[in-house]
């Protein structure tokens, strides 16, 4: 049994359930995560399609229903809150039988990091700086740690994945702005709909409250050019995107707005894609969003899962060969990413129509599927 060392950047989803099943390969795995600690903020995510028979090998999935969300539909509303559509939310679409899961991102990231902790090595509140790689490992220089060698290094960082840079190149060459912002941010406290998802549009525009578990989140979606030269960690900037693209808009939009201008718990991001033509260059390889962004409309959490556990196995089957395994890891899981990307732009459409027209549209298809249920 293999006893390589692997270095994984990135402690959120991708990178403690590939620490898991590469520690259950005889692997030595380092998980580096530019937080302080473990994230507790986060917009709901489901698990489901290829992450359930993973997350159920793992053991976990008792845990990940203790903490789900209590959604159950999403009602779409006018600017006086009057329901104007109501559909079932996907976990609650089917029979008793229905494996599928939506708990917050924070919760689903503990639990998989409760999973690995006990195998794994995890440094928190750090980052890569460099990777020099030669034919038998990887230097790599840490902004706090000590520098090490790894056998292999995974990057599994996300949207704006350090490993990718360092390895492949800037981001510009990789990252596609798809036409639209996110923005989140916990409300502190509960919904006054504990089942229901709120959403209400305005053209281009979307803002959601969604119940979680007790403790409701605001969602602020809406389309807009690509920003030149912006930082994904000026918070206050991303303050004044969001309440200049929502002034004058209904329903809750002032409330919410105020909330937003006072919260230290802000998530703002573009909807993107990550496209590389492949997505490992030596000894280093790319997990997540990091090689293959689907955000926000591409189950990415449970992408994410199924991908790890991918990896890690096609690693241990071919010891030997780390390129041999990284391109055979790279074929099975782009046969399920693929579909995923290219479906971005009708779940876009769906979700933040351009026009009056279009939401009139999108509503009565929705009021006519749900009647049919």
């Not at 305005?202 to 807009?224: D, N, Y």
């Not at 009139?360 to 009021?367: F, I």
Request: glycine share 10%; with cysteine.
């Amino acid at each position: 049994m293999s006893s390589r060392s692997v270095l994984i950047s990135g402690g959120g989803i991708a990178g403690p359930t590939l620490a898991y099943w590469l520690a259950r390969h005889g692997f030595r795995p380092t998980v580096v995560e530019r937080a302080q600690g473990l994230r507790s903020s986060g917009n709901p995510v489901d698990v489901r399609g290829p992450a359930l028979p993973v997350a159920e090998e793992m053991g976990i999935m008792p845990r990940l229903r203790d903490v789900a969300t209590r959604a159950t539909a999403m009602s779409i509303v006018d600017a006086s809150g009057r329901q104007v559509a109501r559909v079932a939310l996907p976990a609650t679409r089917s029979a008793a039988g229905n494996r599928e899961v939506e708990l917050p991102r924070g919760d689903l990231a503990a639990v998989l990091h409760e999973s690995a902790r006990d195998d794994a090595e995890f440094l928190f509140d750090d980052t890569i700086v460099t990777l020099r790689q030669d034919e038998h490992g990887v230097d790599v220089t840490f902004d706090r740690a000590e520098p090490r060698r790894f056998d292999l290094v995974i990057g599994a960082d996300g949207l704006h994945s350090a490993v990718r840079r360092l390895a492949f190149g800037p981001e510009s060459g990789f990252v596609r702005h798809m036409g639209l912002y996110v923005a989140t941010l916990p409300l502190g406290g509960p919904a006054g709909n504990p089942h229901d998802v709120l959403t209400y549009n305005v053209p281009g525009r979307l803002v959601s409250i969604h119940p979680s578990r007790g403790h409701a989140l605001a969602a602020f979606i809406f389309h807009g050019p690509a920003i030149s030269g912006l930082d994904h960690r000026d918070t206050e900037r991303h303050r004044r995107i969001v309440t200049d693209a929502y002034a004058g808009v209904g329903w809750r939009v002032p409330e919410l707005l105020d909330r937003l201008r006072k919260t230290e718990d802000l998530y703002f991001d573009s909807v993107s894609h990550v496209r590389l033509p492949t997505w490992a260059r030596g000894r280093v390889a790319l997990l997540g969003d990091a090689a293959s962004c689907v955000s926000l409309f591409g189950d990415g959490s449970s992408l994410a899962i199924a991908g790890a556990h991918t990896l890690a196995k096609a690693l241990a089957a071919r010891p030997a060969d780390h390129a041999e395994a990284f391109r055979h890891y790279e074929t099975e899981h782009r046969a399920l990413v693929d579909p995923k990307q290219r479906g971005i732009g009708r779940a876009t459409a769906l979700l933040v129509p351009k026009t009056r027209l279009g939401i009139t549209a999108r509503d009565l298809a929705a009021r006519v599927w749900s009647s049919r249920r």
